[in-house]
């Protein structure tokens, strides 16, 4: 095909197909320095703080043993953390924090890899690398060991840290958390081939990370052994199968190894095969007129995909939970002690509400994340040089931001509407109680995205910090209660105000004081960006 | 004639970075200016305050006789703006971002949209993730030219375009000058402004340096004068407003090749002399655009 002075390898081996791994590596490291070592530690220092405050929560053998008995008894419990394995203070640390730190190993990896492979394509950075001596799978090569690296620091760092409580409890739970973060950079690498998106692989990564956690907790809420297949179809599933610090079963590691191993050659075959900057699905033609014609229509156009995407997870997670929920307050093994326990916890409906009520309190924090990921369009579009012509018609600021901040806090009401709705599908109950709770979320969760429109607005370079304080909430609403914070720090998160619904009582002041606040933040925020310049 | 822009004592500064130091611009409604300077000399940060993106320190700036920083949104009805680097959306097709900036302007003449479209050779289907840069800059340029407006502001508008692309974009310069819109062009392109531009404004370190007709610049310079004389020259180096005079004797003959830069108000004097020496051939040629904007842009006052 080509001519024979120039030879060219049309296949798609041979070693200078690496070159440049190593520089590119050393690059991704550089360029990371502070989101990786930050992301770690937060991670680490999250699992190693667990035995600690364990121990001053339950500081008998006896009490470890008491409440280990009445979690694997709660399948609501179940759902959200797993079955109890060992009432040791490994076990429980494992148990309480190891399904959530995997999750974070899942987020981190997950961007570190789109970070370094699509969303350089997508910025055209990738050309110019590509043009020199770099091999055509040099950059997934360097991503994908960026990631090892990172999940690396962070296996070795509980390895190390957890040792006390037994070393081959803590070298199974680093083991497992840093395999869940390999499948998931794996994964992320083989969906950023198919995307020409680099927010659109992380968003459906992001979804299958949920997807994982759903599965594992439904096959928990039947079972109290993690034997379920639901279950173990769940990366982080294995984790718990792993059984940290419980007799450990060391072949589970190979399942990580073998689902890293597959994914990574199917990336590693479709990179190959790829056109730099493209993906499978080519460019389709547009419309020569467009109907957009308002900074509103403008908005809702560059957010209806992520709007759906929330909605329709929420919607089927709300459907998964809801249909978990009537086995809540089953007996797992009859004996007069757990049903002891089950009478204090206000019987069958006092236990499917509590589990009602804790649902609706997860998809109210993760609805937070959505808020903030859509105020802080507006700093992407302005950081990205396309809020600028745009306001350089006849479009004032106020009305460009209102697009995107409607977009925001009422679809932050939209897909908390499908949850409840999903809820009630699954649960089969009257749906009245259920969508009162989740709109009773909305004013934490409009509290969080005002923030980043405060921040947004004041400075657009501070306005990645309204994410830390997105994670902060999520981080004390999860694992705060274990960690036996006072309650001055639990305040810090607005969802810790909120009435537990349904179930508690309903208390106005909370609602209206947080919508008040959100309400100013937002003011203060557009005030802001009105007055300060735009970034150019 | 009124203006459609007057900036004076224009000061910006990003944290130490002084941007603007005091820069003036004054653009008659119905010309087109040209407005240089070196890279990094303000003039994107002094189109940025005339559309009220920024903030100036100091200094006042008025846009077709209003404040451009309050008045925002009405002026922009009025007026149309093309960066040196279009960003497009990348899931939006030019089409619609064409139909989209004229609706968020005072609205778009759709015949003269499909004319720029069919002159500019642009395929407005293409996804904005898809377009080269030149085409990202077409659709950028066909939105402000097709938008009914009455003043352009123009910041490198024609990087990345081809040579014909280039000739496409002046004749509808020439074209909005003629229907009485108000042109701001900032280029790099010499010849571009020379064909283009009735004024210009020279700017260096956030200062206008020069400003006026290009008539008016170049009659401040000066012009280089070759020479071959048949008999010696005389008395040339005395006079005032001769640089870089170099003579040199022609090899077996009495006569002598004379090269010298003279000021444009002691032309005469100069001719004067060199005819008594006896001209055998003569030639003198103005200064350059781009000699003007060299002698500038390399000053190091």
């Known amino acids: 095909m080509t001519a024979a002075a120039f030879p060219v390898r049309t296949g798609v081996s041979g070693s200078r197909q690496l070159a440049g791994t190593g520089a590119l590596l050393w690059f991704n490291l550089r360029r990371d320095r502070v989101v990786i070592p930050a992301w770690v530690a937060v991670t680490g220092l999250l699992v190693l703080s667990l035995p600690g405050s364990l121990k001053s929560v339950y500081s008998t053998p006896a009490e470890r043993a008491d409440i280990a008995r009445q979690m694997l008894t709660n399948s609501s419990l179940r759902a959200t953390y797993g079955p109890v394995f060992s009432d040791s203070l490994g076990g429980l640390t494992a148990w309480r924090i190891g399904g959530y730190a995997a999750i974070l190993a899942g987020i981190m990896s997950l961007v570190v890899v789109v970070r370094h492979t699509r969303d350089e394509e997508e910025s055209g950075r990738q050309e110019l690398v590509s043009s020199a001596m770099v091999g055509r799978r040099a950059p997934l090569t360097a991503a994908l060991l960026t990631a090892l690296v990172a999940n690396s620091a962070l296996a070795l760092l509980i390895a190390g840290g957890m040792a006390g409580q037994g070393s081959a409890g803590a070298l199974a739970l680093g083991l497992g958390i840093g395999g869940v973060g390999m499948v998931f950079a794996t994964l992320a690498a083989i969906v950023a081939q198919f995307t020409d998106s680099g927010r659109l692989a992380k968003g459906l990564t992001g979804g299958l990370l949920g997807a994982a956690f759903v599965l594992r907790a439904v096959g928990d809420s039947t079972t109290n052994d993690g034997s379920s297949p639901s279950t173990w179809s769940s990366p982080i599933g294995w984790l718990e199968n792993l059984r940290p610090f419980a007799a450990e079963r060391w072949w589970v590691l190979a399942l990580f190894a073998a689902a890293t191993l597959v994914q990574g050659v199917v990336a590693y075959e479709l990179a190959g095969r790829r056109d730099v900057g493209m993906s499978f699905f080519p460019a389709r033609p547009g419309p020569a007129h467009g109907r957009l014609g308002t900074a509103g229509a403008l908005a809702w156009r560059l957010q209806r995909g992520s709007v759906l995407g929330w909605g329709l997870g929420f919607f089927a997670a709300g459907v998964a939970f809801g249909g978990i929920t009537k086995g809540a307050a089953d007996l797992v093994g009859d004996n007069a002690k757990t049903r002891e326990i089950i009478e204090r916890m206000g019987g069958q409906s006092g236990i499917e509400d509590a589990f009602l009520a804790t649902m609706v309190g997860m998809f109210g924090m993760l609805a937070a994340l959505y808020a903030v990921s859509s105020v802080l369009r507006l700093h992407s579009e302005e950081t990205g040089q396309r809020a600028e012509p745009i306001l350089a018609n006849a479009v004032g600021r106020l009305r460009w931001a209102a697009g995107h901040l409607t977009i925001a806090f009422v679809g932050a009401v939209v897909i908390m509407l499908l949850s409840g709705l999903g809820l009630t599908l699954g649960y089969g109950a009257e749906p009245g109680p259920i969508l009162a709770a989740t709109l009773v979320q909305l004013p934490a969760i409009w509290t969080l995205g005002a923030l980043a429109v405060l921040l947004h607005g004041i400075s657009p370079r501070l306005a990645p910090a309204s994410w830390a304080t997105a994670g902060l909430a999520l981080a004390l609403g999860w694992i705060g209660p274990a960690l036996n914070l006072p309650q001055a720090v639990l305040d810090v998160s607005p969802f810790g105000h909120l009435p537990k619904l349904p179930g508690g009582d309903m208390s106005w002041g909370p609602v209206i004081v947080l919508t008040a606040i959100a309400a100013a933040l937002v003011a203060v925020g557009l005030t802001g960006l009105r007055r300060r310049d735009l970034t150019t | 004639m009124t203006k459609a822009i007057t900036v004076s004592g224009l000061h910006k500064s990003f944290g130490k970075t002084q941007a603007l130091a005091g820069l003036d611009l004054d653009v008659e409604a119905g010309e087109v200016h040209g407005f240089l300077g070196p890279n990094g000399s303000g003039k994107s940060t002094t189109i940025r305050v005339l559309l009220g993106l920024l903030h100036a320190d100091s200094g006042a700036a008025q846009l ?119 042109i701001l062009l900032s280029s790099h392109i010499l010849s571009e402004v020379e064909e283009l531009c009735d004024r210009v404004s020279i700017i260096r370190k956030g200062r206008t340096v020069e400003s006026g007709s290009l008539a008016d610049l170049r009659h401040l310079t000066r012009t280089s004068v070759t020479a071959e004389l048949t008999g010696a020259p005389n008395g040339l180096a005395s006079i005032p407003g001769v640089h870089d005079l170099a003579i040199q004797q022609i090899q077996n003959s009495q006569g002598h090749r004379v090269r010298l830069q003279v000021e444009a108000d002691q032309l005469n004097a100069v001719l004067r002399s060199l005819s008594e020496s006896g001209v055998r051939s003569l030639t003198s040629k103005p200064p350059t655009l781009e000699e003007l904007f060299l002698r500038h842009y390399q000053e190091t006052a």
């Open chain 2, 64 to 182: 077709l006789g209003r404040d451009p920083w309050t008045d925002a949104v009405e002026l922009h009805r009025r007026v149309a703006y093309v960066p040196g680097d279009v960003t497009l959306w990348r899931n939006l097709s030019g089409g619609e971002v064409i139909d989209l900036y004229g609706k968020l302007r005072g609205g778009l003449d759709k015949s003269r949209r499909a004319e720029l479209i069919d002159r500019f050779e642009l395929d407005p289907t293409k996804k904005g993730r898809t377009y080269s840069k030149g085409n990202r800059q077409k659709v950028a340029l066909v939105a402000a030219f097709a938008s009914d407006v009455d003043l352009l502001i123009l910041d490198e508008p024609t990087s990345g375009l081809d040579p014909l692309m280039e000739e496409v974009f002046q004749r509808c310069v020439e074209e909005e000058r003629d229907r009485g819109r108000t």
